[in-house]
T-cell receptor, first 110, second 115 residues
Framework: KNQVEQSPQSLIILEGKNCTLQ??????????LRWYKQDTGRGPVSLTI?????NTKSNGRYTATLDADTKQSSLHITASQLSDSASYIC?????????FGAGTRLTVKP | NAGVTQTPKFQVLKTGQSMTLQCAQD?????MYWYRQDPGMGLRLIYY???????DKGEVPNGYNVSRLNKREFSLRLESAAPSQTSVYFC??????????????FGDGTRLSIL
């Protein structure tokens, strides 16, 4: 079983709507959690990082949350745009060990 | 800024052929990595180089070899390609080896098909 589980696998929303992507992990001991955005045909690009003491962090229309007690993180996208269509990957670090989720494929339709 | 550059972008091989995937970074990063990405699975680490002059196996090293040519370049070699190695290969770099709060910077991948 993957130590980082993301849901949903895929999601289709209309432009302008909000959405929330989920990441549950069992990786331990927790160091940090990072969200990457991967456009089709490109490599992943870091969006934000959460450390143990952080509950919420925003990067423009992207807001990540972390609950270290329940080992859950979410990425909320506000007022979606067509350019948000991509895969979103959750990566959890335990020291120098990094575990990648399989990603959520988001499609934003006009 | 070019960042991390991978060549080639696409390649088709026959079973048993060999090839080398090239990766170069211009950010003066110490650590470099090779991953493979398969449908429905997270990125998996093949090999890494924590610093110039060192290389180590990752999660899925079988069938691969690497060379850290210098601080900028890190190549991945398939000696005898197998259909199971059909995948998208990503090279990445970071300032330090999976250092605290430091992101990895990824290239745009090499799409490799083995027939």
């Amino acid at each position: 079983k993957n130590q980082v589980e993301q849901s949903p696998q895929s999601l289709i929303i209309l432009e302008g709507k909000n959405c929330t992507l989920q990441c549950n992990y069992t990786v331990s001991p927790f160091s940090n959690l990072r969200w990457y955005k991967q456009d089709t045909g490109r490599g992943p690009v870091s969006l934000t990082i959460m450390t143990f003491s952080e509950n919420t962090k925003s990067n423009g229309r992207y807001t990540a949350t972390l609950d270290a007690d329940t080992k859950q993180s979410s990425l909320h996208i506000t007022a979606s745009q067509l350019s948000d269509s991509a895969s979103y990957i959750c990566v959890v670090s335990a020291g120098t060990d990094m575990r990648f989720g399989a990603g959520t494929r988001l499609t934003v339709k006009p | 800024n070019a960042g991390v550059t991978q060549t080639p972008k696409f390649q088709v091989l026959k079973t048993g052929q060999s090839m080398t995937l090239q990766c170069a970074q211009d950010m003066n990063h110490n650590s470099m990595y090779w991953y493979r990405q398969d449908p429905g699975m997270g990125l998996r680490l093949i090999y890494y180089s924590a610093s110039e002059g060192t290389t180590d196996k990752g999660e899925v090293p079988n069938g691969y070899n690497v060379s850290r040519l210098n601080k900028r370049e890190f190549s991945l070699r398939l000696e005898s390609a197998a259909p199971s190695q059909t995948s998208v290969y990503f090279c990445a770099s970071s300032e330090a080896f999976r250092g605290r709060n430091q992101p990895q910077h990824f290239g745009d991948g090499t799409r490799l098909s083995i027939l």
